[in-house]
């Protein structure tokens, strides 16, 4: 790892292009929210307490946190998205952010023992080296107190595949040899300059992502589906809009959120471990 370590650049170049700070809003990812925060909610401690969200882009689950009465501190490589949110919360009244910074996952800046939380929602699936995710987990187990909790997310090996069948795969030329790398190595790469084909990632296998965590030296609390297979739910917007059938599905997804079995074809899953 280098001294000044930075994500690859074409996943700087991704971001920069300002397409995340309004994505929890878009397609399905309505439910990543939801179902991020619900995960959160059940696992936090009470507020106030210290929490360090790392890759939090433009702070959708900080300014999130910092409302509920957290102190935040949101860190992330990208520029463009440190500005947004230190001129949203500059706006705000209340839940305004601790502090905002540009930095990198695998060389926090923050001192040792000064969260509660660690959010680690982004990071791991944007450092294809498994060296680069071991030193992440654990920047992210060093500036924990004891006793403290990191929630770290991931895409799953089989998230390209799946998104593809609601038509890339078989309407765009470039994308099978892109889920076949995808599915063979886990490590994502888009050489077609197109954004809607992502940027460098690591997708995971869930038992990869839980030996990540262990082998930080963490204690791990569990695995859990995020959106699970309600990605996939035809006519989602519709549906999400009408409360009956947004908690039906929610009430189904928490049923099988920690199914092994199922944990795969959920475009993103969620280890929560303790720092011992």
């Known amino acids: 790892?280098?001294?000044?370590?930075?994500?690859?650049?074409?996943?700087?170049?991704?971001?920069?292009l300002g397409g995340e700070q309004g994505r929890?809003?878009?397609?399905?990812?309505?439910?990543?929210?939801?179902?991020?925060q619900e995960l959160l909610l059940r696992r936090l401690p009470p507020p106030p307490a210290v929490v360090l969200d790392v890759g939090g882009g433009a702070g959708a689950y900080s300014f999130?946190?910092?409302?509920?009465?957290?102190?935040?501190?949101?860190?992330d490589p990208v520029p463009l998205h440190i500005e947004q949110a230190k001129k949203a919360s500059e706006g705000r009244t209340k839940g305004?952010?601790?502090?905002?910074?540009?930095?990198d996952a695998r060389a926090l800046d923050q001192p040792s023992g000064?969260?509660?939380v660690v959010l680690l929602l982004g990071p791991l699936y944007h450092l294809p080296e498994a060296a680069d995710r071991r030193a992440a987990l654990g920047e992210a187990r060093r500036v924990l107190r004891n006793g403290g909790r990191l929630f770290a997310g991931g895409i799953t090996r089989f998230a390209s595949l799946l998104d593809g069948l609601r038509g890339l795969l078989f309407e765009e030329p470039l994308f099978p040899a892109m889920v076949e790398r995808d599915l063979a190595t886990g490590v994502h790469r888009n050489e077609s300059g197109r954004p809607d084909l992502f940027t460098t990632a690591f997708f995971h296998r869930p038992e990869e992502l839980a030996a990540e965590v262990r082998g930080a030296e963490l204690s791990?609390?569990?695995?859990?589906?995020?959106?699970?297979?309600?990605?996939?739910l035809p006519d989602f917007?519709?549906?999400?809009?009408?409360p009956a059938h947004r908690e039906t599905l929610l009430r189904f997804l928490r049923k099988v959120e920690r199914e092994s079995a199922l944990l795969g074809a959920s475009p993103h899953i969620m280890a929560v471990a303790r720092k011992p």
């Open 1 to 16: 790892m280098s001294q000044d370590p930075k994500p690859p650049a074409e996943v700087l170049e991704f971001y920069a």
């Open 24 to 36: 929890l809003d878009e397609d399905y990812f309505p439910l990543e929210r939801a179902r991020t």
């Open 64 to 75: 999130w946190l910092a409302e509920l009465g957290y102190y935040v501190h949101l860190v």
């Open 96 to 103: 305004q952010l601790s502090s905002a910074q540009v930095g």
């Open 114 to 116: 000064l969260a509660d």
């Open 220 to 232: 791990l609390e569990g695995l859990f589906a995020i959106e699970g297979v309600g990605a996939f």
């Open 237 to 242: 917007a519709a549906r999400w809009k009408d």
